[in-house]
């Protein structure tokens, strides 16, 4: 017991005494922090939602049929074209059936064209508030319609382009002029709304 008490009272002696605490009262800076200047963090404004019917849908797929068919009956137009073109220019009357031909043919692409420029029409209209790729619908559809006025061009033309026995027929070749040079416009149209050239 002696031993204990004696330990106790040397052992304040042994540690290491602690600072002494400050009295009375302390003066401690006290306030408000402000974060540094950053930049403007404000979430960009979102685009308004663009709204398409299922009409749209319905056109669209109309007009890409209607589309893809016009290509092979281009080609045929072409090919009979060009063979009454060679055979009138060689001082040959066109037969019956090829002349009959041609007409039908170009009946076809009227009424393609015609179904092309309505449903692609009303639907340019109806995304025409979409700002994504709505220049590049918009250069598909001039040049649709520049195609459009030089086929009905082409059209007047025909009745004037018939066989004549002297020779000479001007009307003759600007139908074929203008059939091509519409033809050419109405093609880049199509191809520059195919994938992966198509930007909108």
Known sequence: MLTLAGSLVAAPQDTIPLPALPTGPRNVQVGISFPAATADTTPPRRRKAIEISDAYATRLKI??????ATIPIFAAQA????QLFHN???GFPPSPSLR?????IAVTLG????????TGAMNWWETRRNEKGR????VHATLMLLADAGFAYTASLGERARFN???GNVS???????????????????IMMWKPIRRD
């Open 165 to 167: 026995a002297s020779g």
């Open 88 to 90: 009138e220019q060689n």
């Open 63 to 68: 007009h890409y049929i209607a589309s893809f």
């Open 100 to 104: 009959n031909t041609h007409d039908a």
């Open 79 to 82: 090919i009979v074209g060009e």
């Open 135 to 138: 220049t590049w619908r918009t």
């Open 172 to 190: 003759r070749d600007l139908h074929a002029h203008w059939a091509e040079t519409s033809a050419r416009v109405a093609l880049l149209s199509y």
């Open 111 to 118: 009424a393609l064209f015609v179904t092309n420029t309505v």
